[in-house]
């Protein structure tokens, strides 16, 4: 059967690659939904902080990533970690703290981490991973590799000092890092405006150190994906770093314990107009990708992430024995003999 | 064998391990042109360049932080923290970031870190520059602690933790900065988690650390001239890994039990090992552990008194003689 061309003329993404963003748009949309799903069947514990409506940053910038690129993520850090390829067996394991768990449940939902992908730790203290992604640039630039550190954070992370100090410390190394500022509007109940100076929490600080002033769509993976590979291109070339700052808007509440009742009327549905997965699905329709093809990448996810979850449930919980495993680098937790 | 300063042994230790391994790599504030406030780092820029060792601005956090990215992907970062009280500006990568990640990660994330930093009292400086923060960082699960108290423990205990894969608090002391001691030529590589016997006696073991040692010492000299009780002085150098069995070993022998500790009284190292002596050594004790410590007060800056705060020879040789009955 005929077609149009995937590939329009002169677009630099493709259609493999965009059939890979929308995969992941939407295997990050169903895993999260999946958590929520599972927190009201309480089989998911602790606390939980999902990126529905924010699926595109995550996507745009893990699909323009070169393997052995670097993601340092925060407690919002399912999406970023999916993003790279990690097995959804592995992150709802490790929300609903089972064995099987991409930490067999040692660090829960807010520190995922897969080194094997590149993840290099979700960090829940705000701010401390963006000096942690200057290192790891800094090692890269000592030994001559060509790998990028990317750091995603929220907007509520640029009033806070190591957000300071990482983007100085960054410009003045010229260290291969990129920051990726995930403006969802609020800080975690507050609105980011009422307790920022600037309108534009990350770009409007860019100047103060040196850097271009980025604000992007959060919304179209395309956008993002084409910000980020110009990050990336910069920071490999020895041109430093980058700060980005996508607009984006989260749709359920801060955290699990959030309802999100302080957000005014109107809003959400604004936001559900511009939805990332929606604006994608369209974009492959315009490339002429076929409504079948579409259909099937969505029916591919949902079998393997109900698979997952059937896993997860039947998964036995972490032997007590690792209590005490890998405090220190012997296995053990012996401090004294 | 030569006589060093403990400055210059700080300097002596770093090179060691910078020429032996290229991961090595240094960084802190006015550490590579101006060789460290306390001059502990003379040198190192010119020998080994400045992609090695790197002048930072003043960010503890980026540094600390820094720190943790190289080691987490390659690198055996050596940072300096000038002051140890500026532990509490960057405390979130000592007490969260640092130790945790392994075990977070389950094992997936290493830290092969040293943080080196000055630490204690004796120059005046008041109560924001003279603090002894050991039993901040000892209470920390996956941090290692030491504090070496002499020249040659300086190089060797530094080579040790830079060799090692797990992050390692090195607690200089800024009145030793200036101390000589005597160092052998040649490579030198110690074991973290192991306390010296620096002075054997049969009357009383008195546990110190960094500069509480030469006081300890001399308190033992003291108290053997004076009314012929003779102590033994422990080393401790290490807080993590604690080496409890030559400390136990050293009780079940003495059957008298003092720490001298500059940090303040609250929860500080003694407490600990004091606990373990309870646990462990009650019936080889023949008297209360006795816990020579600084009095739980922020420091003071005048001279007459910051010297009456910290455990001075007559007072830890007062307080031996009383307990003993002598």
Redesign the interface.
């Given at each position: 059967m005929a077609r149009k061309p995937a590939r329009a003329p002169n677009d630099d993404i493709g259609e493999d690659v965009r059939l890979r963003m929308y995969r992941m748009l939407v295997e990050i949309r169903e895993a999260e939904q999946r958590a929520f799903d599972l927190f009201l069947q309480n089989l998911v514990k602790g606390t939980s902080h999902l990126s529905l409506g924010q699926e595109a940053v995550a996507v745009g910038f893990a699909c323009a990533m070169q393997p052995g690129d670097?993601s340092f993520c925060t407690y919002r850090g399912h999406a970023h970690t999916l993003a790279r390829g990690v097995p959804v067996e592995k992150v709802l394991g490790e929300l609903m703290q089972r064995d099987n768990g991409?930490?067999?449940g040692?660090?829960g939902s807010m520190?995922l981490?897969?080194?094997e992908h590149g993840v290099?730790?979700s960090?829940a203290?705000i701010?401390?991973?963006?000096?942690?992604?200057?290192?790891?640039?800094?090692?890269?630039q000592?030994?001559g590799h060509s790998d990028v550190?990317v750091c995603f954070f929220g907007d509520g992370t640029t009033n806070i000092?190591?957000f300071h100090?990482?983007l100085?410390?960054a410009a003045?190394?010229k260290l291969p890092v990129v920051f990726v500022c995930e403006n969802n509007l609020y800080m975690e109940y507050t609105p980011i405006g009422e307790v920022t100076a600037v309108e534009h929490p990350a770009a409007g600080r860019a100047s103060a150190y040196g850097l271009e002033a980025i604000v992007i769509d959060g919304q179209d993976a395309d956008e993002v994906y084409r910000a980020a590979m110009k990050a990336y291109e910069k920071a490999r070339a020895g041109g430093g770093p980058s700060l980005i700052e996508c607009m984006t808007y989260r749709y359920s509440g801060h955290s699990r314990a959030d309802p999100a009742k302080y957000r005014p009327e109107g809003e959400l549905d604004k936001w559900l107009k511009r939805d990332p997965v929606k604006i994608y699905r369209e974009r492959l329709k315009q490339f002429g990708i076929e409504e079948k093809v579409i259909e099937k990448i969505g029916a591919d996810v949902m079998r393997v992430l109900d698979d997952a979850t059937e896993k997860c449930k039947a998964a036995p919980m972490p032997p007590l024995e690792?209590l005490t495993?890998?405090?220190?680098?012997?296995?053990g937790?012996?401090?004294?003999? | 064998m030569a006589e060093l300063t403990y400055r210059d042994a700080v300097a002596r230790g770093i090179a060691q391990e910078m020429a032996r391994d290229p991961d090595v790599?240094f960084l802190g504030e006015d550490v590579a042109k101006a060789g460290g406030v306390f001059k502990a780092t003379v040198g190192l820029l010119e020998q080994f360049g400045p992609?090695?060792v790197?002048d930072?601005?003043i960010?503890?956090?980026?540094?600390?932080?820094?720190?943790?990215?190289?080691?987490?992907?390659?690198?055996k970062?050596i940072a300096e923290i000038m002051f140890s009280d500026f532990f509490a500006v960057c405390f979130?990568?000592i007490a969260?970031?640092f130790p945790k990640?392994?075990?977070?990660?389950?094992?997936?994330?290493?830290c092969?870190l040293v943080v080196r930093t000055g630490n204690g009292a004796g120059s005046r400086f008041g109560a924001q520059h003279s603090q002894s923060v050991e039993n901040w960082c000892m209470m920390i699960?996956?941090l290692?602690v030491v504090a070496p108290s002499n020249p040659r423990d300086v190089i060797g205990l530094l080579a040790a933790a830079v060799r090692?894969?797990?992050p390692v608090i090195f607690l200089e002391h800024k009145s030793l900065y200036a101390t000589k001691g005597e160092v052998p030529d040649g490579e030198i590589v110690d074991t973290l988690?192991t306390a010296s016997i620096v002075r054997p006696g049969k009357d009383a073991t008195i546990l110190a650390l960094a500069l509480m040692v030469p006081r300890a010492l001399a308190a033992a000299e003291k108290l053997k001239a004076e009314h012929h009780i003779d102590c033994e002085v422990i080393d401790v150098r290490s807080l993590?890994?604690?080496?409890?069995?030559t400390i136990l070993g050293s009780l079940a022998r003495t059957h008298r039990l003092f720490t001298v500790e500059e940090n303040p009284r609250l929860c500080g190292w003694g407490a600990e090992i004091v606990s373990?002596a309870a646990d462990e050594g009650f019936y080889d004790l023949d008297g209360p552990p006795v816990r020579i410590t600084t009095p739980h007060i922020p420091l003071p800056a005048a001279d007459i008194l910051e010297d009456i705060a910290l455990p001075t020879v007559d007072r830890i040789a007062d307080r031996v003689k009383r307990s003993l009955g002598a």
């Open positions: 670097l991409l930490m067999r040692k660090g520190h981490t897969s080194e290099m730790g960090y203290i701010g401390a991973h963006l000096p942690i992604a200057c290192g790891a640039a800094w090692r890269a000592y030994k550190s000092g190591a100090e990482a100085n410390f003045v190394w690792l495993t890998d405090v220190y680098a012997d296995g937790w012996a401090w004294r003999n | 790599v992609l090695r790197r930072t601005p960010s503890e956090q980026a540094i600390l932080g820094a720190a943790m990215g190289a080691a987490m992907t390659g690198l970062p979130d990568y969260n970031e990640s392994r075990y977070m990660s389950n094992g997936q994330t290493k092969p699960p996956g290692k090692d894969p797990d988690g993590v890994p604690l080496d409890t069995q373990i």
